[in-house]
């Protein structure tokens, strides 16, 4: 070998090590200082006003989650949003309305000039506390409690829509169910079938009972997952659906394309919403949402308006198929 490149891959090694030596000593500083810590660096906020960040008190829920019974209470009413027609006079069905994102969709599509029908598993309360905010919001609520991975439902939640409001134009499933596992042994059948049967029967129960009944201009806007795009350790089984709903969206978006009606998929990372702690242990919970960029959970306020953008055909006329991550920013460690 020529003793010219070795040299040079000498020179340059030594010009690594001394790069390298630098950043060693400003680690050092920065440490011995107690600046090497991210967690020494708060939530960030740059929202309309101030969202809590964690630890939150230790708290655990039973399955489907009491949104009343959190704390803190999400926010989920967005008082700085001014509505401004861009649903005017439409009519929206969404599922797992009674509490958290779907609560706050709920909100801002009433806002927006829509009615909405609330449909939900058993929390009965949440339920009635999300059909007065939509009813404060000058527009007409109907509740409907039922199982969406029961086609029937689907079936009789698309007529009553119809019954209620003449027309149904905007869909979103959002209905979930998660439950998390420790070791992939402790999966079992009937675990996974019941999140495969809400997360995936219950979006194409909806979607199929809908459709027929939409018009050109309408809007199908489904609930996915930052788990569906990055998977996640613990939820194989809700990671698995997450994914099946954005392939879902992709392909029926390109199906409905040409028959007006557009369909596409909103992300989520971690929300504040009761679907967590129903989940999670309370040290779990405690710390929700620190290891994002952002350092703390989404409330579902900050979420909502992603689904107002992919429903009105005001703005999002020329979007089909997309998925939008609302994750909380992407890690570069």
Same mark, same amino acid.
């Given at each position: 070998?020529?003793?010219?490149?070795?040299?040079?891959?000498?020179?340059?090694?030594?010009?690594?090590?001394?790069?390298?030596?630098?950043?060693?000593?400003?680690?050092?500083?920065?440490?011995?200082? @107690?600046?090497?810590?991210?967690?020494?660096?708060?939530?960030?906020?740059?929202?309309?006003?101030?969202?809590?960040?964690?630890?939150?008190?230790?708290?655990?829920?039973?399955?489907?989650?009491?949104?009343?019974?959190?704390?803190?209470?999400?926010?989920?009413?967005?008082?700085?949003?001014? @509505?401004? @027609?861009?649903?005017?006079?439409?009519?929206?069905?969404?599922?797992?309305?009674?509490?958290?994102?779907?609560?706050?969709?709920?909100?801002?599509?009433?806002?927006?000039?829509?009615?909405?029908?609330?449909?939900?598993?058993?929390?009965?309360?949440?339920?009635?506390?999300?059909?007065?905010?939509?009813?404060?919001?000058?527009?007409?609520?109907?509740?409907?409690?039922?199982?969406?991975?029961?086609?029937?439902?689907?079936?009789?939640?698309?007529?009553?829509?119809?019954?209620?409001?003449?027309?149904?134009?905007?869909?979103?499933?959002?209905?979930?169910?998660?439950?998390?596992?420790?070791?992939?042994?402790?999966?079992?059948?009937?675990?996974?079938?019941?999140?495969?049967?809400?997360?995936?029967?219950?979006?194409?129960?909806?979607?199929?009972?809908?459709?027929?009944?939409?018009?050109?201009?309408?809007?199908?806007?489904?609930?996915?997952?930052?788990?569906?795009?990055?998977?996640?350790?613990?939820?194989?089984?809700?990671?698995?659906?997450?994914?099946?709903?954005?392939?879902?969206?992709?392909?029926?978006?390109?199906h409905l394309a040409p028959r007006g009606i557009r369909?596409?998929?909103?992300?989520?990372?971690?929300?504040?919403?009761?679907?967590?702690?129903?989940?999670?242990?309370?040290?779990?919970?405690?710390?929700?949402?620190?290891?994002?960029?952002?350092?703390?959970?989404?409330?579902?306020?900050?979420?909502?308006?992603?689904?107002?953008?992919?429903?009105?055909?005001?703005?999002?006329?020329?979007?089909?198929?997309?998925?939008?991550?609302?994750?909380?920013?992407?890690?570069?460690?």
């Amino acid at each position: 070998m020529d003793d010219r490149f070795k040299a040079r891959a000498e020179d340059v090694a030594d010009h690594e090590r001394a790069i390298q030596r630098d950043i060693d000593r400003t680690d050092a500083r920065q440490d011995d200082a @107690g600046q090497g810590d991210d967690k020494e660096i708060g939530a960030v906020q740059a929202g309309a006003r101030r969202y809590p960040e964690p630890p939150f008190p230790k708290q655990h829920q039973v399955k489907p989650g009491d949104e009343s019974a959190l704390d803190p209470a999400p926010m989920y009413d967005a008082p700085f949003w001014k @509505g401004s @027609g861009k649903l005017e006079g439409f009519a929206a069905l969404i599922t797992g309305a009674d509490s958290g994102i779907g609560r706050a969709v709920a909100v801002l599509f009433a806002r927006e000039g829509c009615d909405v029908v609330v449909c939900h598993l058993d929390e009965d309360d949440d339920a009635e506390t999300t059909k007065a905010a939509v009813e404060a919001e000058g527009r007409r609520a109907v509740v409907l409690k039922g199982d969406v991975s029961d086609p029937a439902f689907a079936e009789t939640a698309v007529k009553a829509t119809l019954d209620a409001f003449g027309r149904l134009d905007v869909l979103v499933p959002n209905a979930a169910f998660q439950e998390h596992v420790n070791a992939f042994e402790d999966l079992t059948h009937e675990h996974f079938d019941r999140t495969l049967k809400t997360n995936l029967y219950g979006y194409f129960n909806m979607t199929k009972a809908a459709v027929p009944h939409m018009k050109a201009g309408g809007a199908i806007v489904m609930t996915g997952s930052v788990t569906g795009l990055q998977g996640n350790k613990d939820l194989l089984d809700y990671s698995l659906t997450k994914g099946g709903i954005h392939a879902y969206a992709r392909s029926l978006g390109t199906h409905l394309a040409p028959r007006g009606i557009r369909v596409n998929v909103v992300a989520p990372g971690p929300v504040w919403t009761p679907l967590n702690p129903a989940d999670k242990d309370e040290d779990k919970t405690s710390t929700f949402g620190a290891d994002t960029v952002m350092k703390r959970p989404a409330q579902p306020e900050e979420i909502a308006p992603a689904y107002v953008f992919l429903a009105s055909p005001q703005m999002s006329s020329f979007i089909t198929g997309e998925i939008l991550p609302i994750i909380g920013g992407y890690s570069g460690g």
